[in-house]
């Protein structure tokens, strides 16, 4: 069984929003920091957000191109990472991934994918009109 899975996805039109959730299968989830990222056509994937682990007291981190406009958040009772996406815009169609942080408690995250070790398959975000 795949460890994290994400669904959420959907075609959307500019201004809306969307809610991605990404679901962790296994215990010790608010152990662990989780990130979401994306990959457009064509581009490579870049990291959008992460969460950090109960001991970061869930800090979280944004790229400045989705700052103030995606929100995320995690349940630990649910086992599960949330993005919300608000105000989309035809630059954020893309894959999106959600990812298990290497790192936990008091390490600043910057995004790059070699901080993560396990990924979902993807979900794709589509804004278009």
């Known amino acids: 069984q795949e460890l994290l899975r994400e669904s959420g996805g959907a075609l959307v039109q500019p201004g809306e929003s969307l809610k991605l959730s990404c679901v962790y299968h296994?215990?010790?989830?608010?152990?662990?920091?989780i990130g979401w990222f994306r990959q457009a056509p064509s581009k490579e994937r870049e990291g959008v957000s992460a969460?950090?682990?109960?001991?970061?007291?869930?800090?979280?981190y944004y790229a400045d191109s989705v700052k103030g406009r995606f929100t995320i958040s995690r349940d630990n009772a649910k086992n599960t990472a949330y993005l919300q996406l608000n105000d989309l815009k035809p630059e954020d169609t893309a894959v999106y991934y959600c990812?298990?942080?290497?790192?936990?408690?008091?390490?600043?995250?910057?995004?790059?994918?070699?901080?993560?070790?396990?990924w979902g398959q993807g979900t794709q975000v589509t804004v278009s009109s």
């Open positions: 990812a298990r942080g290497v790192w936990g408690g008091v390490y600043d995250y910057r995004l790059t994918e070699d901080e993560f070790d396990y």
């Open positions: 296994d215990v010790n989830f608010r152990n662990h920091a």
């Open positions: 969460i950090g682990d109960s001991l970061a007291g869930e800090k979280t």
